[in-house]
C-alpha cells in the first residue's frame, strides 16, 4: 500500500455512525421489564449468567488502609486533588442568587441531588480514573449519598472509590446494575442520577431509563481529533492514537492537516508497521488532509470530537465550536485529561458535543427558582400578564390575575 492511499480528502470523508443495534435494544427492553416485574430474583439471575457473581455490598476503608503500590497510591492522590480542585472551581460559578426590582424578589437556589449512581466499568484492568471522575464531582456538590456500582472489587477501584467520596460500593455490573441503581435492590435505595460510561447494554439501559431518571449523557466510542501542522511530533502523535485503540475497538483518531508532505511522512510510519496498519484499515486512524485552515476548522466543527487536540499554529481556540474537551499544544496529552489534569474525562461522543458538555458539577445540581411578588408588583404584573391570559384562551388563568390586579 503506498502512503498517498491512507490519506483522504477533507471533503470527501465521512464518519460512520454505528447507530443502536436492534438486538441490543430489544435484550435490554426485555431484562429491565423483567427486572420491573421480578425484582430481586431477576438482578440475582443476570449477575450470576453474565458476570457469574452474587451482587453485594462491600464495605469500605480508609484509603490508606489499602495495600497498593506506593506510586500508584501517592498518584491517585495527587489525581485526586486536581479533579476536586477542577470540580470546586465549577461550582464557584453555580450558586445561589437572586435580585430585587420594584416588583419584589426574584432568584435561585441551586440545591445538589441527594442520591448518585456512579457506574464504574469491568474490563481487563481496573478503571481507577473513572471511579475518580465520577464521584468526586458528586461530593462536591453536595449529594448525600454516592453509591459506586461495578461488576469488579480490585483493591484500587475499592480504594479510589473510597477516597472519592462513595458512601456505599456495590459489586454487580451491566443492564442489572443500572436497573438497580433505578429501582433499588436489596438494602439499595432508588437513586435520582446514574452517571458513569459502560458498553452498549449499559448505553442502551441508561437511554432506556431516562425518563424516569437523570443520567450524563450516552456515551460511545472514544473519539480524538487532532488538527496539525508541519511541526507536530509524528511520534507523539501515533502515540496519542494508539492510545485512544486502546478504549475500545471502534475508537477513532482522526488527524487532520493542511501540510501534504507531513501527513505523506505520517503515512510512511504507520506504513513500517503491521499494528498501525489494522488500526488504519478499520478507521480506528484516519488521515485526512484539508485544502486550507478554513476548511481545516469546517471538518473539526461538523465531526464535533470528544477530545480535541490543537497542535497547529495557525488556528486559535476561538475557532473552535463543538468538542468535549479541548488540549491545546502537544504538551497537553489527551491522557492527561483521563487521569489527573482535572477537567472530567467522561465527555460526550458521536457528535453529541454539538448540543451537550461532559460529566461535571452541575450535573449533581439542580437549580429551583423563588418568586416573593410585592404589593406593587401584585397589581402591576397581573395587569402585564392578562391580555397573554385572554389571547391564550385560559380564562381561570385571567380571573386569578384579575382579581390580583385590584387594589
Not at 461550582?91 to 426574584?106: A, I, M, T, V
Not at 469546517?298 to 497547529?312: S, T, V
Amino acid at each position: 500500500m503506498q502512503a498517498s492511499n491512507l490519506i483522504k480528502s477533507a471533503s470527501q470523508w465521512q464518519r460512520q455512525f454505528s447507530g443502536r443495534a436492534d438486538n441490543i435494544e430489544s435484550s435490554v427492553r426485555s431484562m429491565l421489564e423483567n427486572i420491573r416485574q421480578h425484582g430481586d430474583a431477576a438482578i440475582n439471575q443476570y449477575s450470576q449468567e453474565f458476570d457469574q457473581l452474587q451482587p453485594k455490598s462491600i464495605p469500605l476503608k480508609a484509603f490508606d488502609d489499602y495495600d497498593l503500590d506506593v506510586t500508584l497510591k501517592q498518584s491517585i492522590k495527587q489525581a485526586a486533588k486536581r479533579i476536586k480542585a477542577f470540580a470546586r472551581f465549577q461550582k464557584d460559578d453555580l450558586g445561589s442568587r437572586s435580585f430585587s426590582d420594584e416588583y419584589g424578589e426574584f432568584g435561585q437556589v441551586v440545591k445538589p441531588i441527594e442520591r448518585a449512581g456512579c457506574y464504574i466499568p469491568g474490563g481487563r484492568f481496573p478503571l481507577i480514573s473513572t471511579a475518580l471522575m465520577t464521584l468526586i464531582p458528586a461530593k462536591v456538590a453536595g449529594c448525600a449519598e454516592r453509591i459506586a456500582v461495578s461488576p469488579v472489587a480490585d483493591p484500587a477501584i475499592l480504594a479510589a472509590a473510597a477516597l472519592a467520596g462513595a458512601t456505599q460500593f456495590y459489586q454487580i455490573g451491566g443492564v442489572q446494575a443500572v436497573a438497580a441503581l433505578a429501582f433499588g435492590y436489596a438494602d439499595l435505595e432508588p437513586v435520582d442520577v446514574i452517571v458513569g460510561p459502560g458498553n452498549a447494554y449499559v448505553n442502551e439501559a441508561k437511554a432506556q431509563l431516562q425518563r424516569q431518571i437523570k443520567i450524563d449523557g450516552l456515551a460511545g466510542p472514544s473519539e480524538l481529533l487532532a488538527l496539525c501542522d508541519g511541526k507536530t511530533s509524528i511520534e507523539w502523535i501515533i502515540l496519542d492514537a494508539l492510545a485512544q485503540s486502546e478504549h475500545d475497538p471502534m475508537a477513532q483518531s482522526v488527524i487532520v492537516s493542511c501540510d501534504g508532505d507531513w501527513l505523506t511522512q505520517l503515512a510512511l510510519r504507520l506504513l513500517e508497521e503491521t499494528r498501525y496498519l489494522e488500526l488504519i484499515n478499520s478507521e480506528q486512524i484516519v488521515l485526512i488532509q484539508a485544502e486550507d485552515r478554513d476548511q481545516q476548522i469546517d471538518f473539526c466543527n461538523r465531526y464535533a470530537p470528544e477530545h480535541l487536540m490543537l497542535c497547529d499554529e495557525n488556528i486559535t481556540p476561538d475557532d473552535l465550536t463543538h468538542y468535549g474537551s479541548l488540549f491545546i499544544g502537544a504538551n497537553s496529552a489527551v491522557a492527561m485529561g483521563d487521569y489527573c489534569s482535572g477537567p472530567n474525562h467522561t465527555l460526550p461522543t458521536m457528535g453529541y458535543a454539538r448540543q451537550s458538555g461532559g460529566l461535571n458539577v452541575q450535573t449533581f445540581l439542580r437549580t429551583q427558582t423563588i418568586q416573593k411578588v410585592n404589593d406593587y408588583g401584585r397589581q402591576q404584573l397581573a395587569q402585564l400578564a392578562m391580555p397573554i391570559a385572554q389571547a391564550e384562551g385560559l380564562s381561570f388563568h385571567y380571573e386569578s390575575l384579575a382579581i390580583r390586579a385590584k387594589n
